[in-house]
């Protein structure tokens, strides 16, 4: 071989040696820095190529042929490890993609509205039992009916005798009536019944209001009505609400309507729907009241109950409601109806007006 075709294929060596190294550095460059193979093959080839340059042309065509073969090599395995490292990262994000995020639980907590809520209303205490109270109560009897010459039976003493309610009884001794509304003040029901013509008069309406005033409940029977409501008795009537009508004189039907039927008085204990007649009495048997007309407007202080007439509600009166319920003005005699119906409904008057009274002193 001449010395110049030696120079070329030196020159052209040198010039492949160039180019695989740096093919192999940039390879390099991608493989992980612990691959020692390939690191130690370019380092061979370095070697190699430097004994070319020296002037051992014998070798130049064996070290080209190996140079070929290893830079053939080399480049096959990084393009292989360039492949598996592609791949690699393709399945990790392929994975990080198809992980399903993860759900988190209902919240439990309601959605605040920006007020916080008010605290606990605190129960309120037990009540009395009013029922046991009722039979319970203090109760003051005064009826007339006791020791009368005729022999009557006393409706209303028996009445409460019925029931088993425990009572003063003065009978009809007015003056144990009032000294029993002088020296005590803590009646919770005063019953005066006067019927039998030993009329209640004079200074026992101002007693009996005096109690009104203080919340006891009061039962009056009182059928002659005409001759007192200008006396010491118009200032009672005044401040329940009710006036004289009229005098009920020897009527020839006694029949009474009730004039509120779903009232509590006609309800509770007993159901009274009727009064049936016994027409005990002759001449004058009783009043008719009326409702004060009221000022302005303001309700009417007093409410008829039972009348004469089942159209009129304002006037024929002869049951009145006022003081809250806690007064009952009877203007018809007891005896001129049927005693298991007007026993029952005097049981009424006893309960309603002491459930009443309870109830003041209760607020």
């Not at 040198?14 to 020692?36: D, E, F």
């Amino acid at each position: 071989m001449s010395k110049l075709h030696f120079k070329r294929n030196l020159s052209m060596l040198t010039l492949i040696i160039a180019l695989i190294l740096a093919a192999l550095a940039c390879n390099i460059a991608l493989l992980p820095t612990s691959n020692n193979a390939q690191q130690a093959t370019v380092e061979a080839l370095a070697r190699q190529a430097t004994l070319a340059a020296a002037g051992q042309g014998n070798a130049v065509e064996a070290t080209m042929q190996a140079l070929a073969e290893q830079g053939t090599q080399v480049a096959a395995q990084a393009t292989q490890m360039a492949l598996d490292l592609q791949a690699t990262s393709e399945a990790l994000q392929q994975t990080t993609a198809e992980a399903p995020a993860t759900e988190q639980p209902p919240s439990t907590e309601a959605p605040s509205t920006g007020e916080t809520e008010p605290p606990p209303i605190p129960s309120e205490p037990p009540q009395p039992d009013l029922e046991a109270q009722i039979k319970a109560a203090r109760i003051l009897l005064f009826e007339d009916t006791s020791g009368h010459r005729y022999g009557m039976e006393r409706y209303v003493k028996s009445a409460l005798d019925q029931e088993g309610y425990t009572y003063i009884d003065v009978g009809s001794a007015q003056g144990w009536l009032k000294d029993q509304l002088l020296g005590s003040s803590d009646w919770d029901l005063i019953i005066v019944s006067s019927e039998a013509y030993g009329k209640i008069q004079g200074e026992f309406f101002p007693y009996l209001e005096q109690h009104l005033e203080r919340g006891t409940a009061v039962v009056l029977e009182m059928w002659e009505v005409d001759s007192l409501h200008q006396g010491k008795m118009s200032s009672l009537l005044k401040k329940c609400g009710v006036e004289f009508y009229k005098d009920w004189y020897n009527p020839g039907l006694r029949k009474l309507s009730f004039l509120v039927p779903d009232h509590p008085l006609f309800n509770q204990p007993n159901q009274v729907r009727s009064l049936g007649t016994a027409n005990y009495w002759r001449g004058d048997i009783g009043d008719l009241m009326k409702v004060s007309q009221a000022i302005g407007d303001e309700p009417s202080k007093a409410t008829l109950l039972l009348g004469t007439s089942g159209t009129d509600k304002t006037n024929h009166g002869v049951l009145t409601e006022c003081y809250q319920g806690r007064f009952l003005l009877q203007t018809f005699a007891t005896h001129d109806y049927v005693r298991d119906d007007i026993l029952r409904l005097w049981q009424n008057y006893i309960y309603y007006t002491l459930t009443n009274h309870f109830l003041f002193l209760g607020q």
